[in-house]
């Protein structure tokens, strides 16, 4: 059997995913010891960037399932010395039962995917953040019930976690108000495949008016860390605050992925304040994934 990958939120059909949104909040609700559905389960983590969040999750995940995880860096392995992606996924697919990447490149992923025996998952690429969304999908559908209909109000840069977000509008069915620099757009290619669900407007305040859900992260992503002085000006516009949550709903979330840089893309005021929910969003990550793991390996 052809294994199932979590490389895009398109990966899933919008079914599986509120599925497995349902299955992650019932996870959460009702922890059971004795569930041990992975055990003897591994899980190879290979990380070519930092992380705190993504590597603790799966690893709590799997242990907690009766499984274990493999921290893997490039340093360490032959793939930081120039072992063929493609060798690689036959070699580690052959021993574990999934693969999870946060690498530079998102076509390392892809590749590793076309060549794993195993489902491989995406746990952070330069275009993709898929495992942060079913995180934040997972405590809107908690906090708030069902997200289609809903307004999304994205601030910020075009980069991987905003792309993911544009995915999440057709897969939850909710419109996307993006505030951005015209350099800093996402792809079009993400932003045309979505249809009318996305809209761009020119300040974070217009872009928030009526927001159900407004969402930011950091202006300089890992990897553009040289980029850093030079985005603080052009971003300096972009910043969540509130103003810009005076402009959204009464009882709108506000949501970031995390690590968070306050006084740059949002004030103190704002992630620290009462409609912030950036602490359960960030614990969904461990139920999101244990959810995900529990589809992908035991199919
Ligand atoms: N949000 C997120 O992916 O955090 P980490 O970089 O700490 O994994
Ligand atoms: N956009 C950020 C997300 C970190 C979780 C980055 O890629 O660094």
């Not at 569930?35 to 190879?44: E, S, T």
């Not at 994205?154 to 909710?174: K, L, P």
């Not at 108000?177 to 996402?186: E, G, M, T």
């Amino acid at each position: 059997m052809q294994p199932r990958h979590f490389i895009s939120l398109l990966d899933l059909s919008s079914a599986e995913l509120h599925t497995l949104i349902q299955r992650a909040i019932q996870l959460k609700a009702h922890r059971d010891p004795n569930y041990q559905p992975f055990k003897g389960k591994v899980l190879a983590m290979i990380f070519e960037k930092s992380s705190t969040r993504t590597r603790i999750s799966f690893e709590a995940g799997m242990a907690q399932f009766g499984g274990s995880a493999l921290f893997l860096s490039p340093r360490d392995t032959q793939l930081g010395r120039g072992e063929p992606l493609e060798d690689s996924a036959k070699v580690i697919s052959s021993m574990v039962d999934c693969i999870m990447l946060r690498t530079n490149n998102h076509e390392t992923v892809t590749t590793f995917a076309k060549y794993s025996r195993v489902p491989v998952i995406n746990g952070l690429t330069d275009l993709l953040h898929p495992c942060q969304l079913l995180a934040d999908m997972q405590t809107y559908f908690e906090l708030r019930g069902d997200i289609a209909g809903k307004t999304v109000t994205w601030i910020g840069d075009g980069n991987n976690m905003c792309h993911s977000y544009i995915n999440a509008a057709r897969q939850f069915d909710f419109k996307l108000n993006i505030a951005c620099p015209i350099d800093y757009r996402p792809q079009q290619g993400i932003v045309d495949a979505a249809g009318h669900r996305v809209a761009f407007f020119n300040t974070p305040e217009q872009a928030a008016q009526q927001a159900d859900l407004v969402v930011t992260d950091v202006w300089a992503s890992m990897g553009q860390e040289e980029e850093q002085k030079k985005r603080e000006f052009v971003f300096k516009d972009f910043q969540v605050n509130s103003k810009t949550m005076a402009a959204a709903k009464a009882d709108a979330l506000f949501m970031h992925c995390l690590p968070a840089h306050r006084g740059e893309e949002v004030t103190a005021e704002v992630i620290d304040g009462p409609q912030s929910v950036i602490f359960p969003e960030a614990e969904n990550r461990l139920h999101a994934q244990k959810a995900l793991l529990e589809f992908l390996i035991c199919r």
